[in-house]
Every structure is written in structure tokens, then in C-alpha cells.
């Protein structure tokens, strides 16, 4: 298997209700992960895109997160409609989505 172009982890974290540090499967990180392995696979960029389920990359009272590497680019509070934007806009043209990237006081 080739090495992925981009490696994409989405934040599942589970947590207890009135957690401080809210959770990111509570707000939708479940079904969000499944419409990102749903994308790439109508697409078929298995070699170039990993999908992974994440435990917590920090903010989820932000969530649900989504964190892209190489770059680090951290998104939050993403839906499953904005998926393809990722995939077209920073996954295929390396431009991040700016209107979802995580605010520069929790991820800088």
C-alpha cells in the first residue's frame, strides 16, 4: 500500500453528558466519520486518503474536530455536508477550508 498524500482523523470521543470538555461523538463525530470513509470510497482515493477514527485532539466542546495531516490543520465543529469542501478544496488542492478551521486561541 502507497504511502497517503493526506491522513485525515476524526474525533469520536465519547464522554458523560455536562462533561466540561464536551464530546465530539455526542455532536456528531459518529456519523461524520462514517460520510468521510462514505466520500472516499465513492471516490476511490484509498491510496491517496486515510480515513481514522480518533480519540480526543483536544477542543471537543468545538467539535466535532477533524484533523488533517501533514499539515496539522485543525477543523471544528464540522458537518457531514461540509465534507466534500475538505475533500475538494484541501484533500485533492491543498487549500485548507478557512470558514472551518479551528480558532487560532484553541489550535495555533
Not at 23 to 33: F, I, R
Not at 56 to 79: A, F
Request: charged share 20%; net charge neutral.
Amino acid at each position: 500500500m502507497p504511502r497517503p498524500r493526506k491522513h485525515v482523523f476524526v474525533c469520536n470521543q465519547s464522554r458523560p453528558p455536562g462533561h466540561p470538555r464536551g464530546s465530539c461523538s455526542k455532536n456528531g463525530g459518529t456519523e461524520l466519520l462514517q460520510a468521510f470513509w462514505q466520500e472516499l470510497q465513492k471516490r476511490n482515493l484509498y491510496e491517496v486518503i486515510a480515513i481514522t477514527y480518533s480519540g480526543c485532539i483536544g477542543p471537543c466542546d468545538q467539535g466535532p474536530n477533524v484533523l488533517v495531516y501533514p499539515e496539522g490543520t485543525l477543523y471544528s465543529k464540522v458537518s457531514p455536508g461540509d465534507i466534500g469542501e475538505i475533500f475538494d478544496s484541501h484533500l485533492l488542492g491543498d487549500q485548507p477550508v478557512e470558514r472551518l478551521l479551528a480558532p487560532k486561541d484553541i489550535w495555533n
